[in-house]
């Protein structure tokens, strides 16, 4: 019943029905028109089966809005303004940067990894293909890249929101969405979140770890720094006790020596100079 006619024609006949429609004072937006328009060819569909067939019948699309993967050495080649972009001139570029993991960043989920939260990731950039003005995507896998994750500060799973401005003189806004439920996400709550502007409610990032704009990134030191906490996220928990244990005695044995080369007549000279000088 769910696929009686094809999603790729559903699809098209919806952009043909969209674009047909008169224009109302307030214009849908192209992306609730056509999620509404295939849920009502088939009344009785699974959102989430809907997207799954969408998957799989429209490849074209998919390939139009790719979600580039980001790397120590590549990142600023692709969060940077596109010279195909919808958006004006003067309006900044929207990118979602998805930081995900697998058994070593992001072990808690079922699956073994941020599975579920890549898969509507993935599925979302299908439905984004098929309308303009939407966002870019990219995605960060902290197993893979491990110093970049702690470059940025950037702990699986979570939603990395950018605006990027053509101008390099205005700051690029950043926002953290950290507060998603891995393990129930789906792609149209995905896409929902970028019609209602959810990110808008989040406060900008300003921290050092910014990547654009953060101390760290100004100075140089993103990368230097990513490589010091990876190396010591590595350590093993006990690692640290037996470093602190072994200063803490230095420090005593040191102190100690201190004393006994002074010996016990420095003590009592400065004890017979302070009563004579009383």
Same mark, same amino acid.
């Given at each position: 019943?769910?696929?009686?006619?094809?999603?790729?024609?559903?699809?098209?006949?919806?952009?043909?029905?969209?674009?047909?429609?008169?224009?109302?004072?307030?214009?849908?937006?192209?992306?609730?028109? &056509?999620?509404?328009?295939?849920? +009502?060819?088939?009344?009785? *569909?699974?959102?989430?089966?809907?997207? @799954?067939? $969408?998957?799989? #019948?429209?490849?074209?699309?998919?390939?139009?809005?790719?979600?580039?993967?980001?790397?120590?050495?590549?990142?600023?080649?692709?969060?940077?303004?596109?010279?195909?972009?919808?958006?004006?001139?003067?309006?900044?570029?929207?990118?979602?940067?998805?930081?995900?993991?697998?058994?070593?960043?992001?072990?808690?989920?079922?699956?073994?990894?941020?599975?579920?939260?890549?898969?509507?990731?993935?599925?979302?950039?299908? &439905?984004?293909?098929?309308?303009? +003005?939407?966002?870019?995507? *990219?995605?960060?896998?902290?197993?893979? @890249?491990? $110093?970049?994750? #702690?470059?940025?500060?950037?702990?699986?799973?979570?939603?990395?929101?950018?605006?990027?401005?053509?101008?390099?003189?205005?700051?690029?806004?950043?926002?953290?969405?950290?507060?998603?439920?891995?393990?129930?996400?789906?792609?149209?709550?995905?896409?929902?979140?970028?019609?209602?502007?959810?990110?808008?409610?989040?406060?900008?990032?300003?921290?050092?770890?910014?990547?654009?704009?953060?101390?760290?990134?100004?100075?140089?030191?993103?990368?230097?720094?990513?490589?010091?906490?990876? *190396?010591?996220?590595?350590?093993?928990?006990?690692?640290?006790?037996?470093?602190?244990?072994?200063?803490?005695?230095?420090?005593?044995?040191?102190?100690?020596?201190?004393?006994?080369?002074?010996?016990?007549?420095?003590?009592?000279?400065?004890?017979?100079?302070?009563?004579?000088?009383?």
């Amino acid at each position: 019943m769910l696929l009686q006619y094809p999603l790729i024609t559903l699809l098209s006949l919806t952009v043909s029905l969209t674009s047909a429609e008169p224009q109302q004072p307030q214009q849908q937006h192209p992306l609730r028109s &056509i999620l509404s328009k295939i849920q +009502s060819y088939i009344p009785s *569909a699974n959102p989430q089966r809907v997207v @799954e067939s $969408v998957i799989g #019948h429209t490849r074209a699309y998919s390939a139009a809005h790719r979600i580039d993967p980001l790397t120590l050495n590549g990142w600023r080649a692709i969060l940077k303004p596109s010279t195909t972009a919808a958006t004006g001139p003067g309006e900044p570029e929207e990118w979602w940067v998805l930081v995900t993991g697998r058994n070593k960043t992001c072990p808690s989920i079922e699956g073994g990894g941020c599975v579920r939260l890549e898969k509507a990731f993935n599925e979302s950039s299908v &439905i984004f293909a098929a309308a303009p +003005s939407t966002p870019h995507q *990219a995605i960060l896998n902290c197993d893979e @890249e491990n $110093v970049l994750c #702690h470059a940025w500060a950037a702990t699986p799973p979570a939603l990395f929101h950018f605006l990027i401005p053509r101008s390099h003189d205005v700051p690029i806004e950043m926002r953290v969405m950290k507060h998603i439920n891995a393990s129930t996400i789906t792609a149209p709550e995905l896409v929902k979140m970028h019609l209602d502007k959810s990110w808008q409610k989040i406060e900008p990032y300003e921290g050092i770890f910014h990547p654009f704009d953060g101390f760290l990134a100004k100075w140089g030191l993103s990368t230097p720094v990513g490589y010091v906490l990876a *190396a010591y996220s590595k350590l093993p928990s006990w690692a640290p006790l037996v470093v602190l244990s072994i200063l803490t005695r230095t420090l005593m044995t040191n102190r100690l020596q201190r004393r006994q080369r002074q010996g016990p007549g420095q003590g009592q000279r400065g004890a017979a100079g302070g009563v004579a000088g009383s």
